[in-house]
Every structure is written in C-alpha cells, then in structure tokens.
C-alpha cells in the first residue's frame, strides 16, 4: 500500500470518525486494492448497525473520494 496514498486515506477517515464515534462506532483502513478500493474493518456499534451500509456509501466514501479523487469506492470487509 502506497504511503502518501494511505496517509491521505487516513486523513479523510479521520474527518469521519466523530461522527461515527458519537453512535459508539470507529473503523479501520484495511487495505487499499490495486483497483483503488478502500477496505475497511467497521467497529463498535457500526458492525451490526443496519444504516452502516448508508453511512458507508453516503458519508465515508464521499468523504474518502472528495479528498482523495483516485479512489473508485470504499467498502466494508468482514472480519
């Protein structure tokens, strides 16, 4: 995974993560795959949240894309 690819991943995460933290929720990057898919472990409340799906694709990737344009898509893996 690219350093400068993955800090700025990071950084964009980071922009979502009170939101999440305030419903008991927090994620992790797990990979970025050569198809510029962001990978991510869901934690706390966000693992069995029915609207997590929604906060994925509507809040986290739209975050993650906005400041890191390369990235096609971000989604959850299972643990």
């Given at each position: 995974m690219?350093?400068?690819l993955k800090e700025k991943v990071e950084n964009a995460l980071e922009s979502m993560r009170p939101f999440l933290a305030a419903d008991g929720g927090d994620m992790e990057l797990v990979n970025i795959t050569d198809e510029m898919?962001?990978?991510l472990r869901l934690l706390g409340s966000c693992k069995n949240c029915n609207m997590s799906e929604m906060t994925l694709k509507a809040g986290v990737e739209e975050a993650v894309k906005r400041q890191v344009p390369q990235i096609t898509a971000?989604?959850?893996i299972a643990h």
């Open positions: 690219d350093k400068e898919v962001v990978q971000v989604e959850a």
